[in-house]
């Protein structure tokens, strides 16, 4: 470990890191790197490192054996509430990160985990009303300070910062008053002590009497010195001490955690140099003394703020603002992050990507940390959320917003959109919560809000009272609050008429005067103030409305609609509402009513869209109006030539109406889309059936003769490659309905546009005219079978001769990639091999009528029969006619393992998308999907591609395979688990929700495979479950009669529980494990593994019983160890005990443990090399010595950073010397 490590980063006794406040800079040149330093290589910003490989800190569990000293609790970036800006900084360091690299030489620094706030330290806006006495006074001293800061902050004003004698002639002895510069220093160091705690509300960041103090910083060594002060009030909760914010606590020294360091003369000499130089214009000389300033404070903002003003007099914006952002985290000023903001967002100009609104978004987030209460920082967060598309993060700001200001009827309506687009009915009652609060509010006067939009927000309400309530109510809210806002509020006996909407007709007569105390209304005669006044959107919504309620409502409904209807001549303002209103008609069933307000809206072509014309020819087609529909399908036919539903409909229409020759076409436009299931689905027959005949005799099998002759029947046939049939028996037949001539054509089209299978014939009428073009088709079939088999083949010989040296030859490699590409292709052009979206058709063969009818309904019977489990079937019991067993004479095994190696060298070369694409062509192949033994091939080479593109959910997926297929092996988990272990990086998947669920219920089925009927009956099994088990009673769920569960099963599930820091779960089921198999190291030690985790919790309800839990299993893990008398296993037990106090911070017994565990090194290599000598058969030494898979390095390192953290660095690098050097 260099010097310099120590001197740009320190270590963090929690984690094990070199911390900084900096990540990584995601752009090449480093604004903090010499201009002088070597040009870097391609530079990707990589996430930041920890010490060691593994990480001292894991992010999430790991096995005690390789990962973490002490796990941290992750912050929540999911959450869309008041988030942690720093839980959102991953991708905002990908971009925008900085390398804190001053030289070539220096660390990785981590950033995301040095910030002042702690997720402990969460601010809500509601603990600022906690002291408002104190508002004022704080309000009027942060002014204050911002004033002396801003003015201290820029060289170009204020005299002291910028040098008293900055303004004069240049001397040869330029210097800066150094009392000046302490002073400044010195405010920064009190401003950055301050600026630890959390700001307002009790507790949060000093004590209730402790304001900020101003001007006193200046009066060190006194009372007002902020290192003296003490807080005179107690926050809530469990005392800390006097003025220390809450989270920090003291030292065992008493010194406050991540108190500013006292800059030294260096840094203030440093500082004053890079002052002088950037006023003489001398830019480079000053950006190189400021980043030294830089590096020997780090957490000053004055060096920062320097430096940022340098590179932007040097034109290097966007450097100016990286320095800029990272040293804003050492203030706590919410006017610098808004600075900060807006100069990202001036920067991008008009090409805001989504890395600079993410930057622009953890600006103001931080603003707001700091100031809760400010509402406009609030504002341009939710406006560049919106502009990022991140509705769940804008919710949840907008639900800030409302609670701050809950009489904002914008804020208000804008959180009610972003609720109705989440679909989610709680967040929706919560909008209409809010809109309720804003209405009561309202309600005194006259107007919702701003009279303009009133109405646009009574629209909104409404839509939320009705997803939340019920129509009845909507209309009921919509007719009081239109009473309202038309200045009618106390007419409120309209209230108790509910049967109609007599209140907003046109005119008073005849309904509205019926009612006695319109009457006497001093509104009577105001016909604006009825139903004049109210907007159509409104009454339409009100018919809807009507609509909804009931069908005796319809009348009612058809009366407002009626209003709307009048207005057909504007079609083209209004057709929205006219569609809005045919579709409410539908859905309720009102068909003939639909067609009224659906038909005016043919004339508006941008409001036609596809679904438009379906929904209406749907319509007229309960009439029985064809023509009509006809036309509607017609038009999306035309316009859409990827739509399958309109030609469905189309071809049943043709069907109905006995048009043949306009549904064939459909049918096969359909089935050339790849959705010959909607056909069936649709029950489209468009052939005819052939006339019964009598059938000819069975052809007979290949080795006798064949006959010769026109055969004039359907018969059996068995097709063969063979020679050009002679003249008179071309063997081709044409389907029945089908013109001759058509038939030649098509055939030729499709022989063109790509080969399927050779089919000598089909079945139907014998062909009786135009044997010429038959005999041309067929030649020129055989002509391309010909070519296929002589590429296949020439293909075949490259891939094997290019096999011998794959590994030594590029241009080998490349051969084999062509040559097994066009074989694939070629393979894949078989119909018979890939029958569409029916997998579960086994082939049988590449003629048509390969199988014998009844052979193939006895294999569908037996298949039933099997599934069903009601009688063991013979799998020879059954006839079966030769199927073929090659493909152009290559074995479908060699296929199978030309497919598989193809995939493996894909893998190896990083063309996922290829290899994948390349399994799936062999999975989906019949020939191998009917086979396990083909399928298991198939899955393990898919695992281990998945495991070459370091690929974990296709790593899971396929483990799933093993398991399904043999559930009640203990070996396919024992697969799954340490395929899981194999994979490299940071675990997602096999702690995930699907992977929980799937484990957990094959758990179950082995819980109730070993439970007998009485006890099964006492557990609360569901009965899908049961029924599952047990094949719905058909099926023992025992089939295997396995006589105990496997102990490595249920501590899998275990290990899951554990990596998703579920430690209670995890205990349960080990503690399951221990009871099958009370001697298993692993169980012992991960039980010991968990009980000391979940003692690291903040919310430990014992944290010592379960230490002492956890070292009592660690202590009989040991024993086992031990016991086996082998030096290697001694040595891993030593060095997890070791890595077990060092979890615990319990140096004192960590050291000996590493220091046993390297006194092992050199008995483990000769147990190591004594091993392999019985192994040989021959006697004689191997050349390469033996490399055992030992601990020595791992221990190695772990004592090494125990010594160089607590400053013993001579004895660090002799133990790195000895152990780590290579």
């Given at each position: 470990?260099?010097?310099?490590?120590?001197?740009?980063?320190?270590?963090?006794?929690?984690?094990?890191?070199?911390?900084?406040?900096?990540?990584?800079?995601?752009?090449?040149?480093?604004?903090?790197?010499?201009?002088?330093?070597?040009?870097?290589?391609?530079?990707?910003?990589?996430?930041?490192?920890?010490?060691?490989?593994?990480?001292?800190?894991?992010?999430?569990?790991?096995?005690?054996?390789?990962?973490?000293?002490?796990?941290?609790?992750?912050?929540?970036?999911?959450?869309?509430?008041?988030?942690?800006?720093?839980?959102?900084?991953?991708?905002?360091?990908?971009?925008?990160?900085?390398?804190?690299?001053?030289?070539?030489?220096?660390?990785?620094?981590?950033?995301?985990?040095?910030?002042?706030?702690?997720?402990?330290?969460?601010?809500?806006?509601?603990?600022?009303?906690?002291?408002?006495?104190?508002?004022?006074?704080?309000?009027?001293?942060?002014?204050?300070?911002?004033?002396?800061l801003d003015v201290r902050d820029n060289p170009r004003i204020d005299p002291d910062f910028a040098m008293s004698d900055a303004g004069g002639d240049s001397s040869d002895d330029m210097s800066i008053n150094s009392d000046i510069l302490n002073d400044i220093l010195d405010e920064e160091i009190a401003a950055g002590s301050r600026g630890r705690g959390k700001g307002r509300g009790r507790g949060r960041g000093r004590g209730t009497g402790r304001g900020r103090r101003g001007w006193k910083w200046a009066i060190k060594g006194t009372e007002h010195d902020p290192k003296m002060a003490s807080g005179r009030g107690r926050g809530r909760g469990r005392g800390r001490g006097n003025g220390v914010p809450r989270g920090e606590g003291r030292r065992k020294n008493g010194d406050?955690?991540?108190?500013?360091?006292?800059?030294?003369?260096?840094?203030?000499?440093?500082?004053?140099?890079?002052?002088?130089?950037?006023?003489?214009?001398?830019?480079?000389?000053?950006?190189?003394?400021?980043?030294?300033?830089?590096?020997?404070?780090?957490?000053?903002?004055?060096?920062?703020?320097?430096?940022?003003?340098?590179?932007?007099?040097?034109?290097?914006?966007?450097?100016?603002?990286?320095?800029?952002?990272?040293?804003?985290?050492?203030?706590?000023?919410?006017?610098?992050?808004?600075?900060?903001?807006?100069?990202?967002?001036?920067?991008?100009?008009?090409?805001?990507?989504?890395?600079?609104?993410?930057?622009?978004?953890?600006?103001?987030?931080?603003?707001?940390?700091?100031?809760?209460?400010?509402?406009?920082?609030?504002?341009?967060?939710?406006?560049?959320?919106?502009?990022?598309?991140?509705?769940?993060?804008?919710?949840?700001?907008?639900?800030?917003?409302?609670?701050?200001?809950?009489?904002?009827?914008?804020?208000?309506?804008?959180?009610?959109?972003?609720?109705?687009?989440?679909?989610?009915?709680?967040?929706?009652?919560?909008?209409?919560?809010?809109?309720?609060?804003?209405?009561?509010?309202?309600?005194?006067?006259?107007?919702?809000?701003?009279?303009?939009?009133?109405?646009?927000?009574?629209?909104?309400?409404?839509?939320?009272?009705?997803?939340?309530?019920?129509?009845?109510?909507?209309?009921?809210?919509?007719?009081?609050?239109?009473?309202?806002?038309?200045?009618?509020?106390?007419?409120?006996?309209?209230?108790?008429?509910?049967?109609?909407?007599?209140?907003?007709?046109?005119?008073?007569?005849?309904?509205?005067?019926?009612?006695?105390?319109?009457?006497?209304?001093?509104?009577?005669?105001?016909?604006?103030?009825?139903?004049?006044?109210?907007?159509?959107?409104?009454?339409?919504?009100?018919?809807?409305?009507?609509?909804?309620?009931?069908?005796?409502?319809?009348?009612?409904?058809?009366?407002?609609?009626?209003?709307?209807?009048?207005?057909?001549?504007?079609?083209?303002?209004?057709?929205?509402?006219?569609?809005?209103?045919?579709?409410?008609?539908?859905?309720?069933?009102?068909?003939?009513?639909?067609?009224?307000?659906?038909?005016?809206?043919?004339?508006?072509?941008?409001?036609?869209?596809?679904?438009?014309?379906?929904?209406?020819?749907?319509?007229?087609?309960?009439?029985?109006?064809?023509?009509?529909?006809?036309?509607?399908?017609?038009?999306?036919?035309?316009?859409?030539?990827?739509?399958?539903?309109?030609?469905?409909?189309?071809?049943?229409?043709?069907?109905?109406?006995?048009?043949?020759?306009?549904?064939?076409?459909?049918?096969?436009?359909?089935?050339?889309?790849?959705?010959?299931?909607?056909?069936?689905?649709?029950?489209?027959?468009?052939?005819?059936?052939?006339?019964?005949?009598?059938?000819?005799?069975?052809?007979?099998?290949?080795?006798?003769?064949?006959?010769?002759?026109?055969?004039?029947?359907?018969?059996?046939?068995?097709?063969?490659?063979?020679?050009?049939?002679?003249?008179?028996?071309?063997?081709?037949?044409?389907?029945?309905?089908?013109?001759?001539?058509?038939?030649?054509?098509?055939?030729?089209?499709?022989?063109?546009?790509?080969?399927?299978?050779?089919?000598?014939?089909?079945?139907?009428?014998?062909?009786?005219?135009?044997?010429?073009?038959?005999?041309?088709?067929?030649?020129?079939?055989?002509?391309?079978?010909?070519?296929?088999?002589?590429?296949?083949?020439?293909?075949?010989?490259?891939?094997?001769?290019?096999?011998?040296?794959?590994?030594?030859?590029?241009?080998?490699?490349?051969?084999?990639?062509?040559?097994?590409?066009?074989?694939?292709?070629?393979?894949?052009?078989?119909?018979?091999?890939?029958?569409?979206?029916?997998?579960?058709?086994?082939?049988?063969?590449?003629?048509?009528?390969?199988?014998?009818?009844?052979?193939?309904?006895?294999?569908?019977?037996?298949?039933?029969?099997?599934?069903?489990?009601?009688?063991?079937?013979?799998?020879?019991?059954?006839?079966?006619?030769?199927?073929?067993?090659?493909?152009?004479?290559?074995?479908?095994?060699?296929?199978?393992?030309?497919?598989?190696?193809?995939?493996?060298?894909?893998?190896?070369?990083?063309?996922?998308?290829?290899?994948?694409?390349?399994?799936?062509?062999?999975?989906?192949?019949?020939?191998?999907?009917?086979?396990?033994?083909?399928?298991?091939?198939?899955?393990?080479?898919?695992?281990?591609?998945?495991?070459?593109?370091?690929?974990?959910?296709?790593?899971?997926?396929?483990?799933?395979?093993?398991?399904?297929?043999?559930?009640?092996?203990?070996?396919?988990?024992?697969?799954?688990?340490?395929?899981?272990?194999?994979?490299?990086?940071?675990?997602?998947?096999?702690?995930?929700?699907?992977?929980?669920?799937?484990?957990?219920?094959?758990?179950?089925?082995?819980?109730?495979?070993?439970?007998?009927?009485?006890?099964?009956?006492?557990?609360?099994?569901?009965?899908?479950?049961?029924?599952?088990?047990?094949?719905?009673?058909?099926?023992?769920?025992?089939?295997?009669?396995?006589?105990?569960?496997?102990?490595?099963?249920?501590?899998?599930?275990?290990?899951?529980?554990?990596?998703?820091?579920?430690?209670?779960?995890?205990?349960?089921?080990?503690?399951?494990?221990?009871?099958?198999?009370?001697?298993?190291?692993?169980?012992?030690?991960?039980?010991?593994?968990?009980?000391?985790?979940m003692a690291m919790k903040r919310q430990a309800e014992n944290r010592h019983w379960q230490i002492y839990q956890g070292v009592a299993f660690l202590q009989r893990y040991v024993a086992l160890r031990i016991k086996t008398g082998q030096a290697i296993l001694e040595q891993e037990a030593l060095y997890n005990v070791g890595r077990s106090w060092h979890l615990l911070g319990i140096m004192h017994l960590a050291i000996p443990e590493y220091e046993k565990c390297l006194a092992l090194a050199d008995r483990v290599r000769e147990e190591a090399r004594e091993k392999k000598r019985q192994e040989e058969s021959d006697g004689e030494e191997d050349e390469e010595e033996a490399d055992p898979e030992e601990f020595t390095q791992e221990a190695a390192f772990a004592l090494m950073h125990i010594l160089a953290m607590n400053s013993n660095e001579k004895a660090a690098r002799k133990i790195a010397e000895k152990y780590l050097v290579m």
């Amino acid at each position: 470990m260099n010097d310099q490590q120590h001197d740009l980063s320190y270590p963090d006794p929690a984690s094990g890191h070199y911390l900084t406040p900096y990540p990584e800079l995601s752009h090449q040149t480093d604004p903090y790197s010499y201009a002088y330093a070597p040009p870097q290589e391609d530079f990707y910003p990589p996430m930041p490192q920890p010490l060691m490989h593994e990480g001292f800190m894991p992010r999430s569990p790991q096995p005690l054996m390789h990962e973490g000293f002490m796990p941290r609790h992750d912050m929540d970036v999911d959450s869309d509430v008041d988030e942690d800006p720093s839980a959102g900084y991953g991708a905002l360091q990908a971009q925008y990160g900085l390398n804190f690299v001053l030289n070539p030489q220096s660390s990785h620094s981590d950033f995301h985990h040095n910030n002042q706030f702690g997720p402990e330290d969460e601010i809500t806006y509601e603990d600022e009303f906690e002291e408002e006495d104190l508002q004022p006074q704080r309000s009027r001293l942060n002014s204050l300070e911002r004033e002396i800061l801003d003015v201290r902050d820029n060289p170009r004003i204020d005299p002291d910062f910028a040098m008293s004698d900055a303004g004069g002639d240049s001397s040869d002895d330029m210097s800066i008053n150094s009392d000046i510069l302490n002073d400044i220093l010195d405010e920064e160091i009190a401003a950055g002590s301050r600026g630890r705690g959390k700001g307002r509300g009790r507790g949060r960041g000093r004590g209730t009497g402790r304001g900020r103090r101003g001007w006193k910083w200046a009066i060190k060594g006194t009372e007002h010195d902020p290192k003296m002060a003490s807080g005179r009030g107690r926050g809530r909760g469990r005392g800390r001490g006097n003025g220390v914010p809450r989270g920090e606590g003291r030292r065992k020294n008493g010194d406050k955690r991540n108190t500013v360091a006292e800059p030294d003369p260096e840094f203030k000499r440093l500082q004053s140099l890079a002052t002088q130089a950037f006023l003489n214009n001398n830019y480079q000389a000053a950006a190189d003394y400021a980043r030294d300033a830089v590096k020997a404070n780090p957490e000053i903002f004055a060096a920062h703020s320097l430096l940022s003003e340098i590179l932007l007099a040097q034109g290097k914006d966007q450097d100016s603002l990286t320095v800029l952002l990272h040293g804003a985290h050492t203030r706590r000023d919410p006017a610098l992050w808004w600075t900060v903001a807006e100069r990202t967002l001036e920067l991008a100009g008009e090409n805001r990507t989504p890395a600079v609104l993410e930057q622009a978004i953890y600006c103001f987030a931080w603003a707001i940390k700091l100031d809760p209460d400010d509402y406009d920082a609030r504002r341009e967060k939710l406006n560049l959320l919106l502009e990022s598309e991140q509705p769940a993060r804008a919710r949840g700001e907008a639900k800030m917003m409302v609670r701050q200001k809950p009489h904002d009827l914008n804020i208000v309506k804008q959180y009610a959109d972003l609720c109705a687009y989440s679909a989610s009915l709680p967040e929706i009652q919560r909008a209409k919560d809010a809109y309720d609060v804003a209405i009561n509010f309202y309600f005194k006067g006259r107007s919702l809000g701003v009279p303009e939009t009133q109405w646009s927000h009574l629209n909104v309400y409404l839509d939320l009272v009705e997803k939340c309530e019920n129509p009845t109510q909507a209309a009921f809210h919509l007719k009081k609050l239109s009473r309202w806002l038309l200045g009618r509020k106390e007419d409120t006996f309209w209230d108790n008429v509910t049967s109609d909407d007599r209140e907003f007709d046109n005119d008073d007569v005849p309904r509205r005067v019926q009612i006695p105390e319109f009457k006497y209304s001093r509104f009577a005669n105001k016909k604006e103030m009825y139903g004049e006044g109210l907007p159509l959107e409104l009454r339409v919504k009100l018919g809807l409305f009507r609509v909804k309620i009931s069908r005796a409502d319809l009348p009612e409904a058809m009366r407002h609609f009626q209003i709307l209807l009048d207005l057909k001549d504007e079609i083209s303002e209004y057709f929205d509402l006219f569609r809005d209103v045919a579709e409410a008609l539908i859905e309720q069933t009102y068909y003939a009513e639909a067609i009224i307000f659906y038909e005016p809206i043919r004339s508006v072509p941008e409001a036609c869209d596809h679904d438009y014309y379906m929904k209406l020819a749907d319509c007229y087609m309960m009439f029985n109006r064809n023509a009509d529909a006809e036309s509607c399908w017609k038009f999306i036919v035309d316009n859409d030539p990827e739509d399958i539903k309109s030609r469905i409909a189309l071809a049943k229409l043709y069907e109905a109406e006995q048009r043949m020759a306009e549904a064939v076409p459909l049918v096969h436009e359909v089935i050339r889309l790849g959705r010959s299931d909607a056909v069936k689905k649709a029950k489209i027959t468009v052939d005819k059936p052939p006339p019964p005949r009598a059938l000819a005799p069975l052809m007979p099998r290949p080795e006798q003769a064949a006959p010769t002759g026109r055969v004039t029947g359907p018969v059996s046939r068995h097709y063969s490659l063979g020679p050009m049939p002679e003249d008179g028996d071309d063997g081709d037949y044409q389907d029945e309905g089908q013109d001759e001539e058509e038939e030649d054509e098509d055939e030729g089209e499709d022989d063109d546009e790509r080969f399927i299978a050779f089919r000598p014939g089909k079945r139907g009428r014998p062909k009786t005219a135009k044997p010429r073009a038959s005999r041309a088709r067929v030649s020129q079939t055989f002509e391309r079978l010909q070519q296929q088999d002589q590429r296949i083949k020439a293909n075949h010989v490259l891939v094997n001769s290019a096999r011998e040296t794959l590994d030594e030859d590029d241009d080998a490699l490349q051969t084999y990639f062509e040559a097994a590409q066009e074989m694939i292709d070629d393979f894949k052009t078989v119909r018979a091999f890939y029958p569409g979206r029916d997998k579960h058709i086994k082939f049988t063969g590449y003629g048509r009528n390969t199988k014998n009818p009844v052979v193939a309904e006895m294999e569908a019977m037996k298949k039933r029969i099997a599934e069903d489990g009601s009688m063991d079937v013979d799998e020879g019991a059954i006839p079966d006619e030769s199927i073929p067993d090659n493909f152009h004479d290559i074995k479908f095994t060699e296929w199978l393992d030309m497919f598989c190696e193809y995939a493996l060298l894909l893998a190896k070369a990083a063309d996922r998308e290829k290899c994948y694409e390349v399994l799936t062509t062999a999975f989906s192949c019949t020939v191998f999907y009917h086979s396990l033994a083909h399928k298991t091939q198939i899955h393990a080479t898919w695992m281990a591609c998945a495991l070459l593109l370091n690929d974990e959910q296709k790593v899971c997926e396929v483990g799933r395979f093993f398991i399904i297929e043999w559930p009640h092996s203990g070996a396919a988990y024992q697969l799954f688990a340490a395929v899981n272990r194999l994979f490299a990086g940071y675990s997602n998947w096999f702690n995930s929700g699907p992977t929980q669920k799937f484990i957990l219920r094959q758990v179950k089925a082995l819980d109730y495979a070993l439970l007998d009927p009485e006890s099964r009956a006492l557990y609360a099994f569901t009965g899908q479950e049961r029924s599952s088990y047990t094949h719905a009673g058909k099926r023992d769920a025992n089939p295997y009669n396995l006589p105990d569960l496997d102990a490595g099963v249920i501590s899998l599930y275990g290990h899951i529980m554990a990596a998703a820091q579920s430690w209670t779960s995890a205990l349960n089921y080990y503690f399951r494990a221990l009871t099958l198999d009370p001697d298993n190291v692993s169980i012992n030690l991960c039980i010991a593994t968990a009980y000391m985790q979940m003692a690291m919790k903040r919310q430990a309800e014992n944290r010592h019983w379960q230490i002492y839990q956890g070292v009592a299993f660690l202590q009989r893990y040991v024993a086992l160890r031990i016991k086996t008398g082998q030096a290697i296993l001694e040595q891993e037990a030593l060095y997890n005990v070791g890595r077990s106090w060092h979890l615990l911070g319990i140096m004192h017994l960590a050291i000996p443990e590493y220091e046993k565990c390297l006194a092992l090194a050199d008995r483990v290599r000769e147990e190591a090399r004594e091993k392999k000598r019985q192994e040989e058969s021959d006697g004689e030494e191997d050349e390469e010595e033996a490399d055992p898979e030992e601990f020595t390095q791992e221990a190695a390192f772990a004592l090494m950073h125990i010594l160089a953290m607590n400053s013993n660095e001579k004895a660090a690098r002799k133990i790195a010397e000895k152990y780590l050097v290579m």
